[in-house]
């Protein structure tokens, strides 16, 4: 992605991602949909083809949410998330580390933060752990770092994150600077996606009496489907293709596990890193002449 500003920008930008975190003039990477853009332009005259700005107040401000990946050094850090997540980072056996986003309570930011199955990338190196970070209140002061979020390098971020998570504030500065990578980015459009909406905000993929263009992607609406997963964005693409095109072929049923109780006890199996739930005996008992108590079993619950 070429950083705003030309020539230049780039190159700082690319001399700051070698020497460390990013500054927040050249990565605040806004990334709002083009194509919703145009679906509000085209017709101009209609105001049936969507609604781009959806719903709620302002050009979208309540609508952004701030992320950062963060990718930590050395061993610094990984003790803290261990202690937290009960679980070693540095396992790298497929598993969760922190089992989805933990959020801190009573940050200012709201920050909340994930550390996933690692390693993240094919590639990562054995000692480093990839973080996810985010913030729901990105417009307030932080309780360690006194700047709203929005506002912070990626080292002020780090060093907010490292103060929830209880390293002693004396060491905080030089664990900030020296043993993580953190790359903020502005999502203006990212929490649009679950705002209250009518059926118009979103268009059709291939509207009504249209025969040479469709809507693609998070914004477009499809049947059943839910948004937020790249296999909302594929199914778009497959059903303009076979509809402008007339193609003969079925697009894949989108997979009904909401209302499937098999999905679910796999659910909560893998959740819980397939720890089993001990029941009382008695009432495993009486599970057990039902064909609850099989399903509980099979898919690994008790």
């Not at 990477?29 to 017709?43: C, D, F, H, M």
């Not at 998330?81 to 709201?110: C, E, H, M, Y």
């Not at 971020?157 to 209880?166: A, C, V």
């Not at 705002?195 to 469709?214: G, L, S, Y």
Request: hydrophobic share 35%; net charge neutral; aromatic share 8%.
């Amino acid at each position: 992605m070429r950083a705003p500003g030309g020539g230049r920008a780039a190159a700082h930008a690319r001399l700051d991602l070698a020497t460390g975190h990013a500054p927040r003039a050249v990565h605040r990477i806004e990334t709002a949909s083009r194509s919703i853009r145009r679906g509000g332009q085209v017709p101009p005259s209609d105001p049936g083809p969507t609604a781009p700005e959806g719903p709620g107040p302002g050009p979208g401000l309540r609508r952004a949410r701030e992320g950062e990946p963060l990718t930590t050094l050395d061993g610094k850090i990984p003790p803290y998330i261990q202690k937290i997540a009960q679980r070693d980072p540095f396992a790298f056996n497929g598993r969760q580390v922190t089992g989805g986003l933990s959020t801190i309570r009573d940050s200012a930011w709201v920050m909340s933060w994930n550390c996933e199955r690692q390693p993240h990338f094919k590639a990562q190196p054995k000692d480093q752990i990839v973080i996810w970070i985010t913030g729901q209140q990105d417009d307030r002061p932080g309780d360690f770092v006194k700047k709203p979020m929005r506002e912070c390098t990626g080292e002020e971020i780090t060093r907010e994150w490292l103060y929830h998570l209880g390293v002693p504030t004396e060491q905080i500065p030089e664990i900030a600077a020296k043993s993580a990578i953190c790359l903020p980015c502005i999502m203006p459009f990212c929490t649009a996606f679950f705002m209250p909406r009518r059926t118009d905000d979103r268009p059709n993929i291939v509207p009504e009496h249209v025969v040479n263009f469709a809507f693609l992607g998070q914004f477009a609406e499809t049947e059943r489907d839910t948004i937020f997963t790249t296999e909302y964005s594929v199914r778009t693409g497959m059903e303009a293709v076979y509809t402008l095109l007339n193609v003969e072929r079925a697009v894949p049923e989108v997979w009904g596990s909401a209302y499937d109780i098999r999905c679910w006890l796999k659910s909560i199996a893998v959740s819980r890193d397939y720890e089993k739930i001990e029941l009382p005996r008695p009432i495993m008992e009486l599970l057990d002449r039902t064909d609850i108590g099989g399903l509980l079993r099979k898919y690994g619950v008790v």
